[in-house]
């Protein structure tokens, strides 16, 4: 079955940075895209980045362009979030998610808390 295991949430200062990966099983990692939602306390699920299977495409929130970086290994089945000049406005759980067999499937998050 589908599974996503996310990990290297944390506190962080503002300003910090941090890794977040997603190891992914259960299906052809390597032929879908993927990416990663936030949800804060209160809030709405947000998507945050967007890769294409190749990697070729990305795409960003406009509240985290130019500091959050995604990128996938195909080789290792992970997708990966680089987090740079974290704010506060950036605390949230981080899911990835994967849309397999016309469903979406979502890891367990990682819990991401930066502080002012």
């Known amino acids: 079955q589908v599974q996503l295991v996310e990990s290297g949430g944390g506190l962080v200062q503002a300003g910090g940075s941090l890794r977040l990966s997603c190891a992914a099983s259960?299906?052809?990692?390597?032929?879908?895209?993927m990416r990663w939602y936030r949800q804060a306390p209160g809030k709405e699920r947000e998507l945050v980045a967007y890769?294409?299977?190749?990697?070729?495409?990305?795409n960003y929130a406009d509240s985290v362009k130019g500091r959050f970086t995604i990128s996938r290994d195909n080789a290792k089945n992970t997708v990966n979030l680089r987090m740079n000049s974290l704010k506060p406005e950036d605390t949230a759980v981080y899911y990835c998610n994967v849309y397999w067999g016309a469903r979406n499937y979502w890891g367990q998050g990682t819990q991401v808390t930066v502080s002012s």
């Open positions: 259960g299906f052809t990692f390597s032929i879908y895209a």
């Open positions: 890769i294409g299977n190749v990697g070729g495409t990305t």
